[in-house]
């Protein structure tokens, strides 16, 4: 029994280490700028395609990828920007370039 207990310590302990380091990571992206330098390159592949309108399926069509990649993809954009939602992602980007071409 005490092996049980102590590895359900353990657990918890790594539990709340993971949710502080994600709490810190956020309170890191909100100052992040909202621009595709921070993007992989299948990430601005993935990006691009669905700021022109495309679904995650035809995403993967034109990549020649799993739909399930395309929208792991996808969900790593989300967080790593600290978006609700990819609409939001490529509102803030579209924002944030509008603002750079005015002020080269």
């Known amino acids: 029994m005490k092996t049980n207990s102590f590895n359900k310590k353990q657990a918890t302990?790594?539990?709340v280490k993971a949710n502080?380091?994600?709490e810190e990571n956020k309170l890191t992206n909100k100052n992040r700028p909202f621009t595709m330098?921070?993007?992989t390159n299948r990430e601005r592949e993935i990006f691009l395609l669905i700021k022109k309108g495309l679904?995650?399926?035809e995403c993967a069509i034109a990549l020649d990828l799993s739909?399930?990649?395309?929208?792991v993809h996808r969900t790593n954009l989300i967080?790593?920007?600290?978006?609700?939602n990819i609409?939001?992602?490529?509102?803030?980007i579209n924002q944030e370039?509008?603002?750079k071409n005015k002020h080269p």
Do not use: C, G, P, W
């Open 13 to 15: 302990e790594k539990h």
């Open 20 to 22: 502080k380091a994600d």
């Open 37 to 39: 330098d921070l993007m």
């Open 55 to 57: 679904t995650s399926k």
């Open 67 to 71: 739909v399930r990649t395309v929208e």
């Open 79 to 84: 967080q790593k920007y600290n978006v609700k």
């Open 87 to 92: 609409v939001e992602l490529v509102f803030r």
């Open 97 to 99: 370039e509008r603002i």
